[in-house]
């Protein structure tokens, strides 16, 4: 039987070349326009977290699907040596050439059938009158071609989007995998918080102070906390303010103007420093024949200092 599985190998090695041709190739094409139809949705419509989560799943789902429908058989077989046996070659050789038809099939039917040294010798007698026949040539590689359309259309189009606004596919592909992250369509306008820190003292009020910078800017901006907007009252140099009262615990906020969000921003609390006691060292002239005194004081407050002797 070393004959007849010289000849039946390049058979299956072919076979197997073209599933895995043509696995590529549909798989690139489906994978290529998925992508592409998600990215320009995400691009132009800004989607939900949660349509965003469902869109990175939906690719690996296909992407999964693909492997296993159209690639599974030929990794197997390159990586592992899995793949048909003599008698499915033959089947498959049989439909696909004429000449061959069953004849090959049932001569190693016959083969396992009777077994023996002198059986196993006329299967191969019989099987040297196809020997004009190369098995693996009934497997015709270019008929993948017809493929090739399907991913060229969608490669095309990514590398126009590419050279025309790189942000169209790479910004919403960025939003897609970080799906659990909040993102906001780019303002035509920048947003920023002109106080020189955002820290404020625990049970007093903050004055939070903001700008606006570009061609067109909104004549009304709002600060949200919480999910609630509080708009901003308007400054007479342009600028926007709006006072946190008694503010007790850290903030997180972000602006909110004429559709668009800035980043987050987050106010920091922390409590005043205050005395809690005085040690003060009186030190008199000599004249006043007077020793140096050392004096104590627990009345305090943030305000003014008291010292009684």
Not at 256 to 270: D, K, L
Request: some cysteine; hydrophobic content about 45%; glycine content about 6%.
């Amino acid at each position: 039987m070393t004959r007849i599985n010289e000849r039946l190998t390049p058979f299956k090695r072919r076979y197997y070349q073209d599933l895995l041709m043509r696995g590529v190739l549909i798989s690139a094409a489906v994978l290529l326009s998925y992508f592409m139809l998600a990215a320009l949705g995400e691009h132009f419509l800004w989607f939900s977290s949660s349509v965003r989560f469902i869109l990175l799943l939906l690719f690996l789902l296909i992407a999964g699907y693909c492997f296993w429908r159209l690639l599974r058989e030929p990794v197997r077989y390159f990586l592992l040596g899995r793949g048909m046996d003599n008698q499915e070659a033959a089947r498959k050789i049989g439909r696909s050439v004429k000449a061959v038809d069953d004849h090959l099939l049932n001569m190693l039917q016959l083969a396992g059938q009777q077994g023996g040294a002198l059986a196993e010798a006329g299967v191969v007698q019989k099987f040297q009158s196809l020997s004009t026949v190369r098995f693996e040539q009934s497997v015709n590689l270019r008929h993948n071609r017809q493929y090739l359309p399907w991913v060229i259309a969608p490669l095309i189009a990514i590398l126009i989007a590419l050279a025309v606004n790189s942000n169209i596919l790479t910004g919403s592909t960025e939003r897609i995998v970080q799906f659990n992250r909040t993102f906001s369509p780019q303002a035509p306008f920048t947003f920023t918080v002109t106080n020189p820190a955002l820290r404020a003292f625990r049970g007093e009020d903050f004055l939070l102070s903001a700008s606006l910078a570009g061609e067109q800017v909104p004549d009304v901006l709002y600060v949200e906390q919480n999910g609630l907007l509080h708009q901003m009252s308007r400054e007479e140099d342009g600028g926007f303010s709006y006072t946190f009262e008694k503010i007790q615990e850290a903030a997180t906020i972000r602006l909110y103007g004429a559709g668009f969000w800035s980043q987050e921003y987050t106010i920091e609390v922390i409590a005043r420093p205050e005395l809690s006691g005085l040690k003060t060292r009186l030190t008199f002239p000599r004249y006043l024949g007077l020793k140096p005194q050392d004096r104590k004081s627990t009345r305090l407050n943030s305000s003014h200092i008291t010292i009684s002797y």
